[in-house]
């Protein structure tokens, strides 16, 4: 939705998060008139659908999404934020910016909040079938990134299993399992379990995207779901539970907050050299801001940095392996 | 735990469900006086403790449940019910047992609850690594169970992935996919994703025994987690808030009870020749009772004549593809 961005980017722009709006200036223009607010446009006429494939935009370099992903690898932007096509974002990314060396895949990462802070799973949709060398380099930027964020030295990583027991997974995650055992500089946790999610028995949380999208899905549906069955429960009961429940609104509402993804706004795709951003499509302005302020401090991090120096301390041997 | 597996098969029994313990006779005598009640029991010393590999079984005929699952076979008992090791009990289940016809690879199934009813999701643990026509057969027994206990003639079976497009998810669910379009006898839904199982798009969602075993955990471990913030939110709440709390607690009860496992007690280990129903470890009396009831409702519904029913009407090329 151009009226989100423009009004979250206007939002950003007033916290000095210089903004640049990539798109149809004709649509931009008028969004940005309402605010009465001037922010520099970077003019396509091409935009990526949901209709559409995200193949597409290797024939499409002049869509706006092309156009972000240029602007970055020409050092005109920092970051490319993008609250629409999720795979395009992603085949822009990879096509513009390129791998970071020693990088197989690229993967999204998802902040889950969790009973004690947060988790940093990844991958959440970037590479449904994957192998143990992909999750060992998603242990290493997971990790990476869950120091700049969590300010943790040390994060925890955990393997996403169905049992403690190094032998209990499939096949993916037994040999990923031994391949994380001997990886040199992340803390590795050993297996967690879908109950571990929210808990954070881990900071970090490796898995294959398939696994790890449907995940991000049934985390952020179900507790949708629970607090609209509890509302249900709430305005259907007596009228000794309707003064209860409006009197507990406030606590609900804190603790539904905690679970709300536009919090976070946007998700990186790390292991692209460049920085770059997946929203929701549905996000709101909120969710726009929090996405620019995430991308604002993933570059003062130096994420970029500091997932290339660790990829380079993976023994070469593993790197390929 | 021996106290709750005794005190839930007295309870059957007072409901009329004729129950056989097996176990050690000296340790279960005892349990049996507490209560001032007399149950058959099989005798066996020998117990397959968590500690123990699944594969134990194969070496220790004795044990109670190799015996619980040849007294299956002999007829003498119509279901085997195991609060113990899962792993055992699907080995001592298949090695007793064996597999009805047409099925590669039986599955375990797990009653979710949702926001109109239930999703019958399987696998949730009994096969790691799965093919698409694991898959296929999973999709026939589940739609088996759901006319059998959600009374739906024609319930939809989704396949769980990450997309809701055809083209979207990994090798196993395009494939699968392409072959549930083609199964007969299954009314295909198409894909689903995370975000469905509680809002219960379909009534049967299948997929490999890893994603359902994550998926199984994370859902019980969310829900927990969540009642857990919640709670901690209203007591640690001004006085306002505690006493709103107080008000709303038998609504809140209510819904913590929809999504408490022990509501359902076990769950169905399917695609073996006979009656096999696995339970939690840590369940107590209530759920056994559970477990013995849905035991019951089994045989009463004659599930395993019908899944080889319908397994039988699977095209042949199709069940060994």
Partial sequence: MPQASVAGAVLAAKEGIPVILVGDAEVLKPELAKHQFELPIHHSSDVITMDDHAGDVRKRK???????????????AAAAVSMGHSGATMAAALLVLGRIKGVDRPAILATIPSRAGFVALLDVGA??????????QFAVMGTVYARAFFGKMQPTVGLMSIGEEEHKGNELTKEAHE??????????????????LLKGSSDVMVTDGFTGNVILKLAEGEAKELFGWIR?????GSWLTKIGAALVKPALRSVAAKLDPSEYGAQPLLGVKGYAFIGHGSSDAKAVLSALRTARRSVEAQLLEKIAAGMAELPKAMVTG
Same sequence: chains 1, 2.
């Avoid at 999404?65 to 240029?70: D, F, P, R, T």
């Avoid at 192998?131 to 060992?136: E, H, I, K, S, W």
């Fill in 62 to 76: 002049g869509s706006s999404i092309m156009q972000a992903m240029q602007l970055v690898k020409d050092s005109q």
């Fill in 127 to 136: 590479n449904a079938d994957c192998r143990a060398a992909y999750l060992q």
């Fill in 179 to 196: 391949l994380l055992n001997k990886t040199p500089n992340i803390n590795f946790f050993g297996n967690v379990e879908g109950r571990d």
């Fill in 232 to 236: 249900a429960a709430l305005v259907g």
